[in-house]
């Protein structure tokens, strides 16, 4: 049997601590050797709860350790295109969390960089971690859609609901870019086409968003073959965390993510009569907690097998691509074209995937 896979986590706040955390406890055949975050002392404390885990601020020092064999990025988006490169430099397989990077130009130069590496090292490196393509509801999603018992999917619609969101720096544009994102990836996974064109809404704000963020925001994404996925996005709705998605087909529809399919209850309510309903997940720790299990896991077998797994560099290129055009949109109001790029014309091989739930990449 091959060794433990040696992964270092860059960036452990929220994401990167439970990666890590998944790394260290649950994931068969990998080992956590190492974190690397600029704040050091966070850095240092994780580390020291886990024992031979070495700490760094220094992300590039993790990266290129002759100590680390893989990597998982869960630094913030805008500093995804530097380290991703690093790693590919590398030859560094690398689970980079969603966004690949914050613009289109950017993710497509990861891209490029992504087939360059690919036929140096003889394998795809890059997966991306749009993590509902593993959760066990959206696999089978997808797998009714695709079976054909319910003839042409039609139409997605889409409700992503935070509590609330952690910081003052998570303006408008970060609700597209960073929450939205999740929608378009779905809606590329689900249809196995590309969104061509989106129309960002703004609705009156909730009062309890930060001042002018634009908070609801309704998503209209068209896709290559006319099917039309309606998405509502609230990072402030107080309640918990809503991930839902109805598809309707020639045929039927079918609804994931309601409380039903997940815990249930009747309870006693505060004024003593009986309630019924499920409790709201927290926050995606929970509501996703299974997904992200399996997305590490496969992502540590397909690195010991020397394959690729789940989304690639092009399914996350592909995902900014319409969040750029989002962003876009949110400013005029209008419906935008996404422009990307043709794959054809891209030097290299293709990265595809050969994993049952990836995105047929077009050729
Ligand atoms: N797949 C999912 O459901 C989710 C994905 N994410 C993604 O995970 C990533 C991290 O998000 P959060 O954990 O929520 O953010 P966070 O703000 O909680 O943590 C980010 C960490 O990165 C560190 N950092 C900052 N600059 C860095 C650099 N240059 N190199 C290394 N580390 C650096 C920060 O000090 C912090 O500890 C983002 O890409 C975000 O979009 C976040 C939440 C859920
Ligand atoms: O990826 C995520 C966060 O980065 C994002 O900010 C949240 O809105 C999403 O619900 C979560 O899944």
Redesign the pocket.
């Known amino acids: 049997m091959s060794p433990a896979l040696r992964v270092g986590v ?7 601590a439970d990666h890590a955390e998944r790394l260290a406890r649950r994931t068969a055949r990998a080992e956590l050797v190492a974190v ?4 050091e002392v ?1 850095a240092k404390e994780l580390a020291s709860r886990h024992d031979g885990v070495w700490s760094t601020g220094d ?1 590039l020092e993790l990266i290129t350790s002759d100590e680390v064999d893989a990597v998982v990025l ?4 805008f ?2 295109e530097e ?1 991703v490169l690093a790693c590919l430099a590398a030859g560094k397989p690398v689970l980079c ?3 690949l990077t914050m613009d289109s130009e950017s993710s497509l130069r990861v891209v490029r960089a992504e087939r360059e590496a690919t036929e140096r090292f003889g394998r795809s490196l890059v997966q991306v ?3 509902r393509r593993f959760d066990p509801e959206y696999a089978r999603l997808r797998a009714v859609l695709t079976d054909g018992s319910l003839g042409r999917t039609l139409l997605l619609h889409n409700v992503h609901r935070n509590a609330s969101v ?1 910081n003052a720096d998570f303006r408008s544009e970060m609700i597209v870019r ?1 929450s939205l994102v ?1 929608e378009v990836d779905v809606a590329r996974f689900l249809f196995g086409e590309e969104v061509v064109a989106i129309q960002v809404l703004s609705p009156a704000p909730t009062s309890l968003a930060a001042e002018g963020v634009i908070d609801p925001q309704v998503a209209i994404f068209t896709m290559a073959g006319g099917g039309i996925v309606t998405n509502e996005v609230f990072v402030n709705s107080q309640v918990g965390y809503e991930v839902r998605c109805e598809a309707v087909a020639e045929r039927g529809s079918v609804v994931i993510g309601r409380p039903s399919s997940g815990a249930y209850s009747t309870s006693l309510g505060t004024s003593g009569a009986g309630q019924w309903g499920g409790s709201v997940p927290a926050d ?1 720790r929970e509501r ?1 907690a299974t997904a992200y299990d399996l997305e590490v896991q496969a992502w540590v077998d397909s690195v010991h097998a020397g394959t690729s797994v789940g989304p690639t560099a092009w399914d996350g290129y592909a995902a900014t691509a319409v969040s750029t055009a989002g962003m876009a949109s949110l400013a005029s109001g209008e419906r935008v074209t996404v422009d990307l790029v043709d794959p054809s014309t891209l030097a290299g091989p293709t990265t595809q995937t050969h994993h049952a739930s990836s995105t047929k990449e077009p050729s």
Do not use: L, T
């Not at 860059?10 to 990167?16: A, H, K, L, T």
């Not at 690397?36 to 704040?39: E, G, S, V």
């Open positions: 860059v960036g452990v706040g929220i994401m990167g690397a975050d600029p704040d966070r992300a869960a630094s913030p988006g500093v995804h380290q969390e969603k966004p971690g749009f993590m952690p960073d999740h995606y996703f």
